[in-house]
């Protein structure tokens, strides 16, 4: 009796505390998802630090920018079309329809356009370590649209990384406007802020939608102003020429740095607040810098390196504390 006893209140015991055991599988899972956002982060951040080189390869004697634009946003709109068949259908109502026709304008038309055009200009690692101030640029926005306080540390952190750009744009001396390096190192960093607004602004819709559903209308959108823009040089490319290690460079970045970049973060977004989103950034200019040693593209020196760790360290400054931000922790 008295062993059967014990068992009784453990039994009990078991029964009582079954729904503090589902808050925290709920938790588990919550978490498990969190991590996955963050792998996510990383893989497309590894395809956009490649494409640097693997871009700047193919442009402009096999394929020019804007007609690289246009195929990227055509292919791609196709593509996240194509998968939507395979997940439960959404219906976006008008009023969103009309904000994700405005993100498409940042986050595809300006983003694509201006990144190409910028790259065609500079050299890959340039546009790597400008494109790294993204999380500064998205933590600016946020304060504004998200009424995030901006405290003296993380102002600190912005003026750090300011001053790497400023070092890498002004490396030559006096800024040239005639120098196609100046010309593509500020095209790149207009790239840089649009796509940092993008990223702010498309969260509250990754929220409501799911990440194809997204994807599929601002690609569409977008693709309405990309080929139209991209037509005149599409036209006179000569597509039977193209050696089979062009096609494949584009193939790399319409597929794997267009839809799978785009979907991995989304899928980094729907979980994760856009700074922290941005912050994976800084890994860009390292595996970007790397392959274009190796592919000779370009060369590493004091001045890539001095800007590189300004940024990098404003990076740090202005994410820090984001994981305790609850205005921004999509959480």
């Not at 790497?164 to 800024?175: R, Y």
């Not at 409501?208 to 690609?219: E, G, L, Q, R």
């Not at 959108?221 to 597509?239: E, H, I, K, N, R």
């Not at 360290?313 to 959480?331: C, D, E, P, Y």
Request: hydrophobic share 50%; proline share 4%.
């Amino acid at each position: 009796m008295r062993s059967a006893y014990c068992v009784l209140p453990s039994f009990f015991d078991y029964t009582v505390s079954f729904p503090t055991f589902a808050a925290h599988l709920h938790k588990m899972y919550r978490k498990l998802f969190k991590t996955w956002a963050h792998i996510a982060l990383l893989a497309a951040n590894i395809i956009y630090g490649i494409n640097y080189s693997v871009a700047k390869a193919v442009m402009p004697d096999h394929i020019k920018p804007l007609a690289l634009v246009s195929l990227r946003s055509f292919s791609a709109a196709i593509l996240f079309w194509l998968t939507s068949l395979f997940i439960p259908k959404e219906k976006v109502n008008r009023k969103d329809l009309l904000y994700l026709f405005g993100c498409s304008f940042f986050g595809v038309v300006i983003n694509q356009i201006l990144f190409l055009a910028g790259l065609n200009l500079t050299s890959p690692i340039n546009s790597s370590i400008l494109i790294s101030t993204n999380p500064i640029f998205a933590f600016v926005f946020a304060a504004v649209i998200l009424k995030e306080k901006i405290s003296f540390m993380k102002g600190s952190g912005l003026a750090l990384g300011l001053s790497g750009v400023l070092i890498l744009i002004l490396q030559n001396g006096t800024p040239d406007v005639g120098s196609s390096t100046f010309i593509g190192d500020v095209i790149t960093l207009i790239n840089t802020i649009s796509w940092a607004f993008y990223t702010v602004i498309i969260k509250r819709m990754l929220e409501k939608y799911h990440p194809v559903t997204v994807m599929k209308w601002t690609f569409l959108f977008g693709m309405l102003t990309t080929v139209p823009a991209g037509y005149g040089q599409w036209s006179t490319m000569d597509w039977t020429a193209m050696p089979l290690k062009a096609v494949l460079g584009i193939g790399f970045v319409v597929v794997f740095a267009t839809y799978l970049g785009y979907l991995l973060i989304s899928f980094g977004l729907r979980r994760l607040s856009p700074t922290i989103v941005s912050t994976y950034t800084y890994t860009q200019p390292i595996i970007a810098a790397y392959l274009a040693s190796i592919m000779g593209q370009d060369h590493i020196d004091l001045v890539m390196i001095l800007s590189a760790l300004l940024i990098f360290a404003g990076v740090f400054v202005v994410s820090r504390q984001m994981n305790n931000n609850k205005n921004l922790s999509g959480t």
